[in-house]
């Protein structure tokens, strides 16, 4: 029973996730956890971008820089970035999420998330300068709603939280890596 414990513990991948918001933090959890055995360190890495990412591009830039910088910052094997940000379209202004995993040896590896509408009122004071989380937190009255439901939560009357999406977010993520692992 003690040798497979060490084993388990040899083959153990260590995986930073370049944040400390809890939602993210546990939707990296709920998607790695089954297929990889694994350590997990949350590290508060920078994105290198704006506070509030204002388009897919620079979303994607976030979360690969949060990957990057959390896997070097404690030298992880995997390294987990999750960006989320707002664009705005003919249609209006519509929330973003993007992952990234970084690892020694590969590409990064990028994918996006749900999307949703939310209110001009709402986009339009992001589109303004300030942060999301700030403006919702204002909207609805309640504190800290980016550590909890999110504005998917709010927006989707509780069906689709934070979590929820950053996990599904997290399933592409991890289904790709073990894609790659298995064709190279």
Request: aromatic share 8%; proline share 3%; hydrophobic share 40%.
């Amino acid at each position: 029973m003690k040798m497979e414990l060490l084993r388990k513990k040899e083959n153990e991948v260590k995986i930073a996730i370049g944040t400390q918001n809890p939602t993210k933090v546990n939707a990296v959890k709920n998607s790695f956890m089954p297929h990889i055995t694994a350590e997990f360190f949350s590290v508060n890495a920078p994105s290198n971008v704006s506070a509030q990412p204002l388009s897919d591009d620079e979303t994607i830039e976030g979360a690969i820089n949060r990957a990057f910088n959390a896997r070097t910052a404690i030298q992880a094997d995997i390294g987990v970035g999750l960006e989320g940000g707002l664009i705005k379209t003919k249609q209006g202004y519509f929330l973003c999420n993007w992952g990234a995993i970084v690892d020694h040896k590969l590409e990064p590896i990028v994918a996006g998330g749900a999307r949703i509408i939310v209110p001009n009122e709402i986009g339009r004071s992001v589109f303004h300068g300030k942060e999301l989380g700030d403006v919702m937190d204002e909207y609805v009255n309640l504190h800290k709603v980016r550590h909890n439901q999110g504005a998917i939560g709010i927006f989707t009357n509780g069906l689709v939280d934070r979590t929820s999406m950053f996990t599904h977010l997290c399933d592409l993520l991890i289904g790709q890596y073990l894609y790659q692992q298995q064709h190279s």
